[in-house]
């Protein structure tokens, strides 16, 4: 079968209509952006509002729905079927995590010193712990040096927990100088 001159395949209609039926309506400069090239006029241009999760087997609100491509799992179920496995496996490998405990205390640390963020990883900060003691990382955590600056491998640490209950209460009180005469005082070999 041969292809109409004048017609375009409408995706929708699933037949040809005429070219006519595919520019804008007079004046909506933007119904072209909005609209795909291959659905002609005679359908009305809806924004996607929700979608079909397989797993909760309803509609739900596209916000609940990761962006990007298109899925058909919504972000709880999403999470559940990977990331929760990939966490929990994660969790599961020896030293794993006592690393990851050292990670999140920093993290929880940095609304106590008034950070956005953290610039270490796991692994940075049992090398500093490491290099204290050899034997384990068991026993001791880390602090920032300049309680002003983020928490970087630069600007870090490394005191034993009972130190750093008393590092804390100095910044809970706000002050920062005794923190770091305190903190210049310990010294860990």
């Not at 026993?139 to 002003?148: A, I, M, Q, S, T």
Request: aromatic share 8%.
């Amino acid at each position: 079968m041969a292809t109409p001159q004048n017609g375009r395949y409408c995706n929708m209609c699933k037949d040809y209509r005429p070219v006519s039926c595919f520019t804008p309506a007079q004046g909506d400069t933007n119904a072209l952006q909005k609209r795909n090239n291959n659905i002609c006029n005679l359908h009305d241009i809806q924004e996607e509002t929700t979608r079909f999760c397989k797993i909760c087997d309803a509609f739900s609100p596209v916000s609940n729905f990761p962006q990007g491509t298109k899925g058909y799992f919504c972000r709880k179920h999403r999470y559940i079927a990977t990331q929760q496995k990939a966490q929990m496996k994660l969790r599961n490998k020896p030293g794993q995590r006592e690393k990851l405990r050292l990670w999140r205390q920093c993290f929880t640390d940095r609304i106590k010193f008034n950070q956005p963020s953290i610039n270490i990883k796991t692994h940075e900060i049992q090398a500093l712990i490491l290099k204290v003691d050899p034997e384990s990382i068991g026993g001791y955590l880390v602090v920032p040096k300049d309680p002003l600056l983020p928490v970087s491998p630069e600007n870090i640490q490394v005191v034993t927990e009972r130190n750093r209950k008393i590092l804390m209460k100095f910044i809970t009180k706000g002050d920062h100088d005794a923190y770091t005469t305190m903190l210049a005082q310990i010294v860990l070999t």
